[in-house]
């Protein structure tokens, strides 16, 4: 699995990283929450490389969006299949 940062030229590479880690404190339920969060869904949606970052950030990731799907929604689906985070040690040796 190719970690996505190697992806080669994804559409959110020129976005910056703070938009896939909303501030806490402005959270989803706020118009600008949902806004960033609609904007961003809409870029992964779209993204040729949206399922190996799904599944990357399913596996790898507790904070942020990846793959269009919230910490939340993460969590959901890790819970419901059972699906343990995977060490990340091997992608930085």
């Known amino acids: 699995m190719l970690p996505p940062w190697e ?3 994804p559409p959110c590479r020129e976005m910056g990283t703070e938009v ?35 599944d990357w950030g399913i596996k790898h990731e507790e904070f942020g969006i990846w793959g269009g799907l919230t910490e939340y929604e993460r969590y959901l689906i890790r819970k419901k299949l059972d699906i343990k985070f995977e060490l990340l040690e091997k992608y930085f040796a």
């Open 20 to 54: 896939f880690y909303p501030d806490q404190t402005v959270g989803a339920t706020t118009r600008y929450g949902f806004r960033q969060l609609a904007t961003v869904k809409k870029v992964c949606g779209n993204c040729p490389f949206q399922k190996d970052c799904l």
């Open 7 to 9: 992806f080669e030229n």
